[in-house]
């Protein structure tokens, strides 16, 4: 985690934000015109979605660089779904990395400050095995970008289903042990992972981890992602709207400002800028 540079985020308290462009931009949906639906709707972020793949230009990326600057709205970027550095097969274990390091060159082309992506599977193997893999990997695609002086937090997401790896105490360990890694926090996950963590209490003891592993600069620089979400006993089965589902987003918000955390909330409901907005709303108003 430890690394001072760019990728800090300067202002205090939280920025709400939808997971890809809101469906309220203008046609033809466009990053860009995302990016300005969300100033006029006052959300403070945005997620640039390449869960089907890394297709945009280093001169579009410029220009959605350049839009979010001028509209003051922060942007990430989530990695394609196709994923997974525990793959038997060699080829898909190079093709993760690939895939890892596109986004984060494109991310890094439109100033954006680090990408969250699900990281492998657990297959046949221990989770300690599978622990060590993501490690080196993870280690080897951040001296890369050094390399290339394409610096942006990587973040592995805490998963929802009970065969991925990215437990919470996974991604906090993998966190403290390498520099540039920071968590990517999916609230709705952990909760469709395990059944708990969803009262303020849990919320609270996630929180006081971080600060624990992390520091209070890991509480300063969250990336978080929320949704509803249904669930069974393998964990993770959909995303729903926050009142379709029990995730008690209200206590969340309560123990994010308790816990005076700084960063940015992604919005992953199916109806995007209104669940962000709704939690926006909720904790500005909140004491
Ligand atoms: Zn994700």
């Not at 709707?41 to 660089?65: D, N, P, Q, W, Y």
């Not at 890369?144 to 610096?151: H, I, N, S, Y």
């Not at 993770?236 to 940015?264: C, M």
Request: glycine share 10%; hydrophobic share 35%; net charge neutral.
């Amino acid at each position: 985690m430890p690394r001072g540079d760019s990728r800090e985020l300067p202002a205090k308290g939280l920025l709400f934000g939808t997971a890809g462009i809101p469906h309220t931009s203008r046609e033809p949906k466009t990053t860009q015109g995302g990016i300005t639906r969300a100033r006029e709707l006052g959300l403070g972020c945005l997620e640039v979605e390449f869960v089907e793949g890394v297709r945009m230009s280093v001169k579009t990326a410029t220009a959605v660089g350049e839009a979010a600057k001028n509209r003051r709205v922060r942007l990430t970027a989530h990695a394609p779904y196709y994923i997974n550095l525990n793959s038997p097969e060699e080829k898909k274990v190079l093709d993760s990395r690939e895939r890892i390091l596109q986004t984060a060159r494109i991310t890094h082309a439109f100033g954006g400050d680090g990408i969250a992506f699900h990281a492998a599977f657990y297959m046949k193997d221990s989770p300690e095995a599978v622990y060590e893999k993501v490690k080196r990997h993870l280690i080897e695609i951040i001296e890369q970008l050094d390399k290339e002086g394409k610096r942006v937090w990587i973040r592995p997401e805490i998963m929802g289903k009970v065969s991925q790896f990215g437990t919470m105490h996974e991604l906090l360990r993998l966190s403290a042990e390498i520099e540039g890694v920071a968590p990517c926090i999916d609230f709705a996950h952990l909760h469709a992972r395990t059944g708990k963590f969803n009262t303020y209490n849990e919320f609270s003891q996630v929180l006081d981890q971080v600060g624990e592993k992390l520091g209070r600069r890991g509480l300063d620089t969250l990336h978080i992602h929320v949704s509803g979400i249904s669930y069974g006993a393998k964990g993770e089965l959909k995303h729903l709207d926050l009142k379709e589902s029990d995730f008690k987003y209200v206590e969340l918000l309560q123990a994010l400002k308790d816990h005076d955390a700084g960063g940015i909330v992604i919005c992953e409901s199916p109806n995007l800028e209104e669940d962000a907005l709704l939690m926006a709303g909720i904790y500005r108003t909140s004491a």
